[in-house]
């Protein structure tokens, strides 16, 4: 089967510097330099430390979100209460949100997405709940954007907030976009994740109900809880959440608009290897390529079946 790609230039051309209200491309700094820094210092960007930050690959990730990270990787092992200042714990069990990408990157994202459902490039859907989602390693998404953003952002976080989760040994991931719309998909029901932790966030576009409710943790061999209750949570476009990919949850109607979200399911081969956490045993390994489902042959193991 052909295989299709983007351009690596969706992660580096057309970035909005929003302070400065200008769009650039960046390849590295030499280039940006070159190319922007005689506007950039009419715009009033104009100390080296307002430079710097101006040719930061960073641009798409919100700046809170930037600053969490920093103080999840200097708060290791100290006091959690600025952290707690920065992400937001919800009312789910060990749910937590916080700001991740700017607006303008999660409209430039669902452009994209919509731009690939016009074509008539082959679509591997996310999974058997979802007809209208897309596969992100298949566009090419991994390499230039979500493995980094997993390894060197995501993990500061997980790493302190899920250690008991392989948070800090996350080593693969899963990553798709869901979509919502009238007489398309409109919900998805209750389910836990084929994930350690999961990472869900609102791209938007607009949209009315479409709450993520959560219940209670999977239990294998358990039979339903009747009495399970459950915590709603409204996407907001722009902001993410995270949840360990057991704690069951499903998402109710949109009633209206349409609504994209990007679902990263984390996995850690430490966690995964030693209890598979779709069917709560030892895993029967089948080859298989890309990160599969995260499983690999290495005997190092964290047994979370019992927590
Ligand atoms: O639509 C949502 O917010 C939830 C999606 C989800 O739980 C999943 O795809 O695993
Ligand atoms: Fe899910």
Same mark, same amino acid.
């Given at each position: 089967?052909?295989?299709?790609?983007?351009?690596?230039?969706? +992660? #580096? %051309?057309?970035?909005?510097?929003?302070?400065?209200?200008? $769009?650039?491309?960046?390849?590295?700094?030499?280039? +940006?330099?070159?190319?922007?820094?005689?506007?950039?210092?009419?715009?009033?960007?104009? *100390?080296?430390?307002?430079?710097?930050?101006?040719?930061?690959?960073?641009?798409?990730?919100? #700046?809170?979100?930037?600053?969490?990270?920093?103080?999840?990787?200097?708060?290791?092992? &100290?006091?959690?209460?600025?952290? +707690?200042?920065?992400?937001?714990?919800?009312?789910?069990?060990?749910?937590?949100?916080?700001?991740?990408?700017? !607006?303008?990157?999660?409209?430039?994202?669902?452009?994209?997405? #919509?731009?690939?459902?016009?074509?008539?490039?082959?679509?591997?859907?996310?999974? *058997?709940?979802?007809?209208?989602?897309?596969?992100? %390693? !298949?566009?090419?998404?991994?390499?230039?954007?979500? *493995?980094?953003?997993?390894?060197?952002?995501?993990?500061?976080?997980?790493?302190?907030?899920?250690?008991?989760?392989?948070?800090?040994?996350?080593?693969?991931?899963?990553?798709?976009?869901?979509?919502?719309?009238?007489?398309?998909?409109?919900?998805?029901?209750?389910?836990?994740?084929? &994930?350690?932790?999961?990472?869900?966030?609102?791209?938007?576009?607009?949209?009315?109900?479409?709450?993520?409710?959560?219940?209670?943790?999977?239990?294998?061999?358990?039979?339903? %809880?009747?009495?399970?209750?459950?915590?709603?949570?409204? $996407?907001?476009?722009?902001?993410?959440?995270?949840?360990?990919?057991? $704690?069951?949850?499903?998402?109710?109607?949109?009633?209206?608009?349409?609504?994209?979200?990007?679902?990263?399911?984390?996995?850690? #081969?430490?966690?995964? %290897?030693?209890?598979?956490?779709?069917?709560?045993? !030892?895993?029967?390994?089948?080859?298989?390529?890309?990160?599969?489902?995260?499983?690999?042959?290495?005997?190092?193991?964290?047994?979370?079946?019992?927590?």
């Amino acid at each position: 089967m052909m295989t299709y790609y983007v351009c690596r230039c969706f +992660f #580096s %051309n057309n970035i909005f510097l929003k302070q400065y209200n200008l $769009h650039v491309t960046y390849k590295d700094e030499e280039q +940006f330099k070159h190319d922007y820094l005689q506007i950039l210092r009419k715009r009033g960007c104009n *100390t080296e430390e307002k430079i710097r930050e101006a040719c930061r690959e960073e641009e798409y990730l919100a #700046s809170e979100f930037l600053a969490l990270v920093q103080a999840c990787k200097a708060n290791k092992s &100290a006091s959690l209460e600025e952290i +707690f200042d920065r992400i937001k714990v919800e009312k789910a069990e060990r749910v937590y949100t916080f700001p991740i990408f700017t !607006e303008e990157f999660c409209r430039l994202f669902v452009e994209e997405l #919509s731009h690939f459902e016009d074509s008539d490039c082959p679509k591997g859907r996310p999974n *058997t709940m979802n007809k209208y989602g897309v596969l992100l %390693n !298949e566009l090419g998404f991994d390499e230039d954007f979500l *493995t980094p953003l997993r390894e060197h952002y995501i993990a500061a976080i997980t790493s302190l907030m899920y250690p008991d989760w392989g948070g800090a040994f996350l080593d693969s991931h899963k990553a798709f976009v869901v979509k919502y719309k009238l007489g398309q998909d409109t919900d998805l029901n209750y389910h836990y994740d084929n &994930a350690e932790i999961t990472l869900n966030v609102s791209l938007g576009k607009t949209f009315t109900g479409g709450e993520l409710y959560f219940g209670d943790m999977f239990r294998p061999r358990e039979t339903s %809880n009747q009495n399970a209750r459950f915590t709603e949570i409204s $996407h907001v476009p722009s902001i993410a959440l995270l949840h360990r990919g057991q $704690h069951r949850h499903g998402a109710s109607p949109i009633t209206s608009g349409e609504r994209y979200n990007l679902i990263i399911w984390m996995r850690s #081969s430490a966690v995964r %290897n030693a209890c598979c956490p779709m069917c709560f045993e !030892e895993p029967d390994l089948v080859p298989t390529v890309g990160f599969g489902d995260g499983f690999t042959k290495q005997t190092e193991t964290v047994d979370v079946c019992t927590v």
